[in-house]
DNA sequence: ACCTGAACACCGTTCAAGT
DNA sequence: ACCTGAACACCGTTCAAGT
């Protein structure tokens, strides 16, 4: 099913040289290799990603790579890094509700930025500090709004399980959960129907429809809900204000 | 650093022979080349999987196993399908708390019957019916419990988001989280105290150390009760009975 | 310092033969 | 009906050369 065909890839190929580069012109850095393999990412998808298909897109052999980068794990762990890093995290204003809210809309903004990338950033196990940003952010806020050190650290994996379990489904969506467009939408309805499980007939419509913006907003709201709560019930503080 | 070494897979290689098995005992279905697979997965990881070695346990050359499956992408659906499929759903007993709880117990149960297989069952997009069976159970509770359709797939949504979320990070443990066991926290801790952001100092601790179960407790407990918060006042029926 | 040629040990997959 | 040999177009990676 997956013949192996000319990869999806038409950089112009210069003729073989060696050595180093000709002018002093050493565009290669690893800046431009991680750069490089993002941009066959948005193109064709991780799995397209290959030492070969990254250093042609830099008119390169490559081995070359090898030079700026340790490997093709490390490759791709230097991806997702370099797209968390961008991700940017908003000033808090005091509000554990809203702040945790701009944090998750702009989390999602961020991880979903390079769309194709998005499992990768979302699964990949980051030992850096790139992955660390978002985490002392929501921390902090957490901490502001008077939760313990304990309570917060629980807190802040609830969260973040709920909101990267919700953007690996936006990002990897596949019909189990409802489809995109009018026409996939009728389709999946109608599958759905003729399962047999009563219970799916009867939700079909809902349960065939699927609107990320939506969903994303729904899951938020009810976790942000109930962090808050948490928050606010073990330790009754102040109710808006900072701390006046 | 990945080097290409031998696999680990040691089975007894038969010599060659061709044409179809000597004996009547044609041991080679579709369900013995997909419990290879998992055999493969759990010695050795996902990684390890190619057509060659999963052949190689069953003494067979790699080509033969396209009389049974389409394709590795499709062996992989086709493991991701069998674990799901086993998944043991527990009986609804009537009370939506104890039963969202229940089922998320089991699902993790199910999902990490073969843990190095666990993202391949979480993350892949299963088109047939072997996904919807937990889906149809949780929204039986829920429709039971007096939820409207609409919201009760909404709800579904989330709670699954919430609990693939929490176990994607179980199976693909990495430090950002928390590590486990004792020599590594400690490391781990210092790691963070050197990080230099006074929130990851403050929690350091807390955050150093990462309970599996415990934490999946506490994500389950905070989101099974949102849930059921949410249902019981959008739909001010009965409050434990399942219509008296 | 940075590049490539040659080389190695792998891949997934097709297709035409074999029994 | 089900298996394999030969073959193809790919992989990641090492290492010794080249400039």
Do not use: W
Request: proline share 7%; aromatic share 2%.
């Amino acid at each position: 099913m997956t013949t192996r065909t000319a990869p999806a890839d038409n950089q112009p190929r210069t003729p073989p040289r060696r050595g180093r580069p000709r002018k002093g012109a050493s565009t290669l850095t690893r800046d431009a290799v991680i750069e490089a393999a993002i941009s066959v990412i948005d193109d064709a998808g991780v799995e397209a990603v290959s030492m070969r298909t990254v250093a042609r897109r830099l008119g390169v052999d490559a081995k070359s790579l090898y030079n700026y980068v340790d490997g093709k794990d490390n490759l791709l762990d230097a991806v997702a890094e370099h797209i968390l890093t961008g991700v940017a995290l908003p000033e808090p204003t005091g509000s554990l509700d809203t702040d945790l809210r701009a944090i998750g809309r702009t989390f999602r903004a961020g991880t979903l930025a390079h769309p194709r990338a998005g499992a990768l950033v979302l699964t990949r196990q980051l030992s850096s500090t790139a992955g660390l940003r978002p985490v002392a952010t929501v921390l902090s806020v957490l901490r502001a709004a008077g939760c313990g050190p304990e309570e917060a650290v629980h807190l802040l994996r609830t969260l973040l399980a709920a909101v990267v379990g919700t953007l690996l489904r936006e990002v990897a969506a596949g019909p189990t959960f409802g489809v995109v467009g009018p026409e996939a939408t009728a389709k999946r309805q109608r599958d759905l129907e003729a399962s047999g499980l009563p219970v799916l007939v009867e939700v079909a419509p809902h349960l065939a429809r699927f609107g990320h913006d939506e969903e994303f907003e729904y899951a938020l709201d009810l976790i942000v809900n109930a962090v808050t709560r948490k928050v606010h019930e073990s330790s009754p503080a102040s109710s808006q204000a900072p701390s006046a």
